[in-house]
Nanobody, 116 residues
Framework: QVQLLESGGGLVQPGGSLTLSCAASGRILGIKRMGWYRQTPGKERELAAV???????NYADSVKGRFAISRDNIKNTVYIKMHRLKPEDTAVYYC??????????WGQGTQVTVSS
């Protein structure tokens, strides 16, 4: 069974920074993609940023230049550093792990609130 442990959410003022981390454990057979999605009430879950298996990255247009995602392949952990946060970044952030041979997994979500 694969588990995702998320940490780092919280309250931050506009313009501030926050880092989220997600550690995957268990029997993982080939990581295809690992990253973060976010969701606000009444809206669909959307991609924030993802690291692709070969090391490439993909960002939502709304976060480009402000968010930076990275992955520690030894620890199976993905980090997202969020800078110059805006109130519209407020959402529940979900870690996602897509594997080649052991399924697709979601974390429980961590709340990020950007407010003064």
């Amino acid at each position: 069974q694969v588990q995702l442990l998320e940490s780092g959410g919280g309250l931050v003022q506009p313009g501030g920074s926050l880092t989220l981390s997600c550690a995957a454990s268990g029997r993982i057979l080939g990581i295809k993609r690992m990253g973060w999605y976010r969701q606000t009430p009444g809206k669909e879950r959307e991609l924030a940023a993802v690291v692709i298996g070969g090391g490439g990255t993909n960002y939502a247009d709304s976060v480009k230049g402000r968010f930076a995602i990275s992955r520690d392949n030894i620890k199976n952990t993905v980090y997202i550093k969020m800078h110059r946060l805006k109130p519209e970044d407020t959402a529940v952030y979900y870690c996602n792990l897509e594997t080649a041979g052991s399924g697709n997994y979601w974390g429980q979500g961590t709340q990020v609130t950007v407010s003064s």
